[in-house]
T-cell receptor
């Protein structure tokens, strides 16, 4: 079945460390997105990519980095510069034409210890 | 800039009762509007969407929503709630990105509790 996979489901990080969250899709979607979810704040866009080797900042990109070397993969690195990294991170993908409906992954919960 | 307001943080209803979750949006053009549902620790599932046409849209699990341009609203309704509907519900407005794809702006969510 086609879908979008995020790993790991739970991740713990020490302060000052970088950590990379994985997002892989086999839906042949061109666009991929990273959102951050905090209680009471909904989801906020971190980065998105519409094509391989290109990506754009979203609303809260500071302290994060991404790459898009393959169409199927869009990893997110949470760097030590991110002041409040503890959150639930959701990856999504969509086509870039037609209705552009999102498919979401099941998320990664990152906790800084 | 696009924005979404969900004024109700928590709602509790009895099983079998009707439900209405409120959503107001701000968007410069004709909006793309969505309702998603999220179970704890999971991703988001699309309940329904509005792009154009009939302002009353039907979705999965017996949900419907009505687009009212004059009120900038897109409220979600269900005539009879089931215990399994307990979850968090998000309204979102979509803006087409230059180059394709959608940027979704989400509301802060409404947590639905169902009393048996």
């Amino acid at each position: 079945d086609g879908g979008i996979t995020q790993s790991p489901k739970y991740l713990f990080r020490k302060e000052g460390q970088n950590v990379t969250l994985s997002c892989e899709q086999n839906l042949n979607h061109d666009a991929m997105y990273w959102y951050r979810q905090d209680p009471g704040q909904g989801l906020r866009l971190i980065y998105y990519s519409q094509i391989v080797n290109d990506f754009q900042k979203g609303d809260i990109a500071e302290g994060y980095s991404v790459s898009r070397e393959k169409k199927e993969s869009f990893p997110l690195t949470v760097t030590s510069a991110q002041k409040n990294p503890t959150a639930f991170y959701l990856c999504a993908s969509s086509m870039v034409s037609g209705e552009n409906l999102y498919t979401f992954g099941s998320g990664t919960r990152l906790t800084v210890v | 800039a696009q924005s979404v307001t969900q004024p109700d943080i928590h709602i509790t209803v009895s099983e079998g009762a009707s439900l209405e979750l409120r959503c107001n949006y701000s968007y410069g053009a004709t909006p793309y509007l969505f309702w998603y549902v999220q179970s704890p620790g999971q991703g988001l599932q699309l309940l329904l969407k509005y792009f154009s046409g009939d302002t009353l849209v039907q979705g999965i699990k017996g949900f419907e929503a009505e687009f009212k341009r004059s009120q900038s609203s897109f409220n979600l309704r269900k005539p009879s709630v089931h215990w399994s509907d307990a979850a968090e519900y998000f309204c979102a407005v979509g803006g087409v990105l230059t180059g394709g794809g959608n940027k979704l702006t989400f509301g802060t969510g409404t947590q639905l509790k169902v009393e048996l």
